[in-house]
């Protein structure tokens, strides 16, 4: 089984950052119950979004952030392809769906892009690219064939009716 978790280092700094401005409120301020639960709301989403752990079990992947919420399940069976990928600012972070699927990420630009058998595709995010793939490729996942950069370019017809 293959267990990985990611830390949300780009929220930590974002929720470091609040929590300053927090800080300094109650400090001019004093403690008043806007400010307390709006500090509550801060620590609860620095808890709920930490991190995202992936898991290669033996018949499925899963991926959640922080203690497991806000996830997927998706049995390995369904999977027709894997590969590594690398997002791009527009994706962000968090879960997101884009043009590329459903993206589900908490820091950085490595990915794996996880194309079911429907067509649905997911693109989990990971620090350690490599082992997932590995992971994946030892309970027989298909993987993705790396393009040759030598291939003949394909021939485009075009209608130049206009």
């Known amino acids: 089984m293959y267990q990985h978790k990611q830390y949300a280092v780009f929220i930590f700094f974002v929720l470091t950052w609040i929590g300053g401005f927090v800080a300094l409120a109650w400090n001019l ?27 290669v079990a033996d018949k499925t992947i ?3 952030f922080g203690p497991g919420v806000a996830g997927q399940q ?30 589900y990420t908490v820091s950085g630009f490595s990915a794996v892009q996880l ?4 067509g649905t595709l997911y693109r989990v ?17 298909p993987m993705a064939q790396p393009q040759n950069q030598q291939s003949e370019p394909k021939v485009v017809k075009r209608n130049n009716m206009i």
């Open 74 to 103: 998706i049995m390995l069976s369904d999977i027709s392809e894997a590969k590594a990928v690398q997002n791009s600012y527009r994706h962000g972070i968090g879960i997101r769906i884009t043009h590329d699927g459903w993206v």
């Open 29 to 55: 301020i004093g403690a008043d119950w806007p400010l307390i639960i709006f500090a509550g709301v801060l620590v609860l989403v620095g808890f709920l979004f930490h991190g995202l752990t992936v898991k």
């Open 62 to 64: 899963s991926w959640g």
């Open 125 to 141: 995010g990971t620090n350690d690219q490599q082992g997932l793939l590995d992971a994946l490729k030892k309970q027989n996942v």
């Open 115 to 118: 194309t079911l058998n429907d």
